[in-house]
């Protein structure tokens, strides 16, 4: 089956810098990557996603790039705020079930 | 609004108990899971179902069973609860077809005395 791996699981930056946090699938049928953003007591929401036939997309601070000939996807925060504090979640869909990694624990010190 | 609805979001229950997890969606979506969360180990699949009374078996199935009786209702049965299913468990809520984006209820914290 498909074996989703993220890293960094830690990730602490100043308020206006960026942050990065990347993944890598081994699936290559997988075809769509979402990512998935939760914040304390609730549960995951999409926040950007992308999919294969696209190698990067942006919404407003948020991007995400995918290259699929070495199986690995990236997140982009650009000028991280204090709300940007939250687990994010990276995940592949191989069209039978989404795989997860494992989280990275996003702090933004202000 | 997209809304995916879990029953409990604290649940204390002894071991050895019969526990059910309920979840309603209000999207008529086709496709709807179960997975469980822990600390270092992300969102593992329990169980997940592509239509009323179908069910497939994910990563981790065993200990669980679930329900599908209705479209846009999926429950989670804890047969004999033990401590180690002690764990955040999050229902989602999907479109049929490849590509289609997972909403999530707001999760329900069982812990296993």
């Known amino acids: 089956g498909e074996n989703v791996e993220q890293h960094p699981s830690t990730l602490s930056v100043q308020e206006g810098d960026s942050a990065v946090i990347k993944c890598t699938y081994s699936?290559?049928?997988?075809?769509?990557f979402p990512w998935y953003k939760q914040e304390l007591g609730k549960g995951p929401q999409l926040i950007i996603d992308i999919r294969s036939n696209v190698g990067e997309k942006k919404d407003q601070r948020i991007a995400v790039t995918l290259n699929k000939t070495a199986k690995h996807f990236s997140l982009h925060i650009t000028e991280t705020q204090p709300e940007d504090s939250a687990v994010y979640f990276c995940?592949?869909?191989?069209?039978?079930?989404?795989?997860f990694g494992t989280g990275t624990s996003l702090t933004v010190i202000p | 609004d997209v809304k995916v609805t879990q029953s409990s979001r604290y649940l204390v229950k002894r071991t050895g108990e019969k526990v059910f997890l309920e979840c309603v969606q209000d999207?008529?979506?086709?496709?709807m899971f179960w997975y469980r969360q822990d600390p270092g180990l992300g969102l593992r699949l329990i169980y997940f179902s592509y239509d009323v009374k179908m069910k497939e078996k994910g990563d981790i199935p065993e200990g669980y069973s679930v329900s599908r009786e209705k479209k846009e209702r999926f429950s989670l049965i804890l047969e004999s609860a033990s401590t180690n299913q002690t764990s955040m468990y999050l229902c989602?809520?999907?479109?049929?077809?490849?590509?289609?984006?997972?909403?999530f209820g707001q999760g329900t914290r069982l812990t296993v005395v």
């Open positions: 989602a809520s999907s479109l049929s077809g490849y590509g289609t984006e997972a909403f």
């Open positions: 699936d290559s049928a997988s075809n769509y």
């Open positions: 995940a592949a869909d191989t069209g039978n079930q989404f795989y």
């Open positions: 999207m008529d979506h086709e496709n």
